[in-house]
């Protein structure tokens, strides 16, 4: 299994307090992302890294924001919480030049209260 | 921006074959993935097509046609532990990976 690791795995919050949902990778891989699954909608992704200090958004990136400022961690934070970000969040890592496909971490199940 | 669709539900018997349809609209393509999941677990690989064809891994195969923009998974030889959902994901320029809503296939025996 590729070294992923997400923490906290499960977090219960309070509306309106920040949160920050942290992705660490042992792969050394250049390319991390952040979705969110809720029921009927699939895997959404927020934001992704292409490099230290290289983020660019996704689909759904507001109210959320990242950094990257190691290879190994990638951190999702929710400046405000609410309850629409009630959700599964899952980070990934790739790497073109190592191999083709994504590699996914266990999931961060958030609720918010 | 990509739009991928992908039916939400397919139930199929125990021993039969499925074929899941993706249709995809992106700008810019650098290849299609079907990814596995089981409920709470998180995703993964199944299979990965770059250009036209068919290609097959086991009991998996996957089809892509890039003029079309359409894709498709057949699972052969259904098993019970086959009940998951199947995903299907667009690497868009810059490595941009996304995902359609998910296709649920129930195996029942």
């Known amino acids: 299994d590729a070294g992923i690791t997400q923490s906290p795995r499960h977090k219960v919050t309070e509306t309106g307090t920040p949160v920050t949902l942290r992705c660490h990778q042992t792969?050394?891989?250049?390319?991390m992302y952040w979705y969110r699954q809720d029921p009927g909608h699939g895997l959404r992704l927020i934001h992704y890294s292409y490099g230290v200090k290289d983020t660019d958004k996704g689909e759904v990136s507001d109210g959320y924001s990242v950094s990257r400022s190691k290879t190994e961690d990638f951190l999702l934070t929710l400046e405000s919480a609410t309850s629409s970000q009630t959700s599964v969040y899952f980070c990934?890592?790739?790497?073109?030049?190592?191999?083709?496909?994504?590699?996914f971490g266990q999931g961060t199940r958030l609720t918010v209260v | 921006g990509q739009n991928i669709d992908q039916p939400t539900e397919m139930t199929a018997t125990e021993g039969a074959i499925v074929q899941i349809n993706c249709t995809y609209q992106?700008?810019?393509?650098?290849?299609l993935f079907w990814y596995q999941q089981h409920a709470g677990e998180a995703p993964t690989f199944l299979s990965y097509?770059?250009?036209?064809g068919l290609e097959e891994k086991g009991r998996f195969s996957s089809f892509l046609s890039r003029s079309k923009g359409y894709s498709y998974l057949l699972l052969k030889e259904l098993q019970m532990k086959d009940s998951a959902s199947y995903l299907c994901?667009?690497?868009?320029?810059?490595?941009?990976?996304?995902f359609g809503g998910g296709t649920r296939v129930l195996v029942k025996p």
């Open positions: 994901a667009i690497k868009a320029a810059g490595n941009k990976l996304t």
């Open positions: 792969e050394n891989h250049r390319y």
């Open positions: 990934a890592i790739s790497d073109p030049d190592k191999n083709t496909e994504a590699f």
């Open positions: 097509n770059v250009l036209d």
């Open positions: 992106t700008s810019g393509f650098n290849g």
